[in-house]
């Protein structure tokens, strides 16, 4: 489904920076930060026209957004039945971040009137392309 779609069987208007958003995670499979959109996206992007597109996009489930940290937010698009909740691994060497959408999340028990709706899990580590450039440091 290509953007255009998306958007339309969400009910939503058509703007260039939501399609170019949207084309632009499919093409990369993998989540990125506002400043690698906003190289792709070349001459459109706007940084406020950027927040709101991307606060429609987060609240219509087309996008998913992911905090690493207090200064790093990465963002990937949900593909076609994507469980909300999934856990991402976060690299420390190259900083990439990968969707394990195969790793369960757990329904935690909350005491109280507290009713879970989401859980946000990020683990960090090293990934297996990184597992061997972290061996041989750690070695040396």
Do not use: W
């Amino acid at each position: 489904m290509n953007a255009t779609d998306i958007l339309k069987e969400k009910g939503l208007k058509k703007s260039a920076q939501r399609i170019s958003v949207i084309t632009i995670l499919q093409q990369k499979l993998v989540p990125l930060t506002e400043e690698e959109i906003k190289e792709d996206m070349g001459e459109i992007y706007d940084r406020v026209t950027f927040y709101r597109t991307m606060q429609v996009l987060v609240g219509m489930g087309i996008v998913h957004r992911i905090v690493v940290d207090n200064t790093t937010t990465k963002y990937a698009l949900n593909t076609d039945g994507e469980n909300k909740s999934h856990v991402h691994f976060y690299c420390r060497i190259c900083h990439a971040v990968i969707c394990l959408k195969d790793v369960p999340v757990h329904r935690y028990q909350l005491h109280g009137n507290y009713k879970q709706e989401d859980c946000e899990v990020l683990i960090k580590g090293v990934c297996p392309a990184c597992m061997t450039f972290d061996s041989d440091n750690e070695t040396k």
